[in-house]
């Protein structure tokens, strides 16, 4: 299969590894050339240009530009691929894209591999990213349109070949659920980066710094990553995002109270309740 990749950052690099590893023939397509040089050298691409026209002949094109772009990559797409191309994203946010892009091509499906690392950029590229982690497929279905079921078979088992769990669920569904597990700990760890920060003792700030080891690296990791995947979260996905933060606020009231209280009971108990109920998320 002749697989297109638009956007050649950490993601489209996996992607790109992993395809040439299961025997496909990979065309990558990015803004720079010194990236193009970059993708063929690490070897994630056949082929590598800035130009759309490149991708003419694949038979499934992955856009994995920023999430603001991903619609208008769709449209410049249009322009230039087969009627019979299946176009995928791997955008984090689904509800404000899907039904723009389908709109836009018929045979695009929505996509999530859910996979990351701290690093990115083709640099950071590597194998089995995706492998035995989560790959969420988002069709739609509404009066006017509807993703064609073909197109989700291929798209199904081009990410068994990354070595994914598979799932589907609307995109809204898909939004509300990777508001809590991704979005809302991306806010409140960059949260919990600002309150250190803004510490008025600066010695006591500096010590802080000193001593931070394994906890905080944890809590904050989400929030020192890519700032601007964190703003399209945030702004793309916006409804979600508050609903979960204003469920979370509620938790940190009821925290605070108990502790101004000393209600250690009450303090104890939420700590075995999270404490037995992590490992169901992980």
């Known amino acids: 299969m002749k697989i297109g990749i638009v956007g050649l950052g950490l993601i489209g690099g996996c992607l790109g590894l992993d395809f040439k590893a299961a025997g496909h023939t990979v065309y990558g397509v990015a803004r720079r050339e010194h990236t193009c040089e970059k993708a063929l050298t690490a070897e994630a691409v056949d082929v590598a240009s800035t130009r759309l026209a490149t991708l003419n002949g694949c038979d499934v094109v992955f856009v994995c530009t920023p999430i603001a772009t991903i619609v208008p990559m769709v449209s410049e797409l249009a322009g230039v691929l087969s009627p019979e191309v299946i176009v995928t994203d791997v955008g984090s946010v689904k509800a404000a894209l899907v039904e723009a892009a389908t709109a836009q091509w018929p045979m695009f499906v929505g996509g999530h591999p859910m996979s990351g690392k701290s690093e990115a950029g083709i640099e950071a590229a590597e194998t089995g990213l995706f492998q035995g982690n989560s790959y969420v497929i988002t069709p739609v279905e509404t009066a006017t349109l509807k993703t064609d079921k073909g197109a989700i078979t291929t798209l199904e088992t081009l990410a068994k070949q990354l070595g ?48 931070a080891s394994s906890g905080f690296r944890d809590t904050s990791r989400v929030g020192g990553g890519n700032p601007e995947l964190g703003l399209m979260m945030a702004q793309y996905n916006r409804k979600e995002v508050l609903r979960s933060l204003k469920r979370y606020q509620q938790e940190i009231a009821l925290t605070i109270e108990q502790i101004e209280a000393e209600d250690w009971p009450a303090v104890r108990q939420k700590l075995e309740a999270t404490k037995a109920v992590r490992s169901k998320f992980l």
């Open 164 to 211: 994914s769990r598979l799932y589907h669920c609307s995109p809204e569904v898909h939004d509300r659920a990777v508001a809590w597990i991704s979005h809302l700990p991306v806010m409140v760890s960059t949260s919990l980066i600002q309150s250190v920060i803004n510490e008025p003792d600066n010695s006591v700030q500096q010590l802080a710094q000193a001593l």
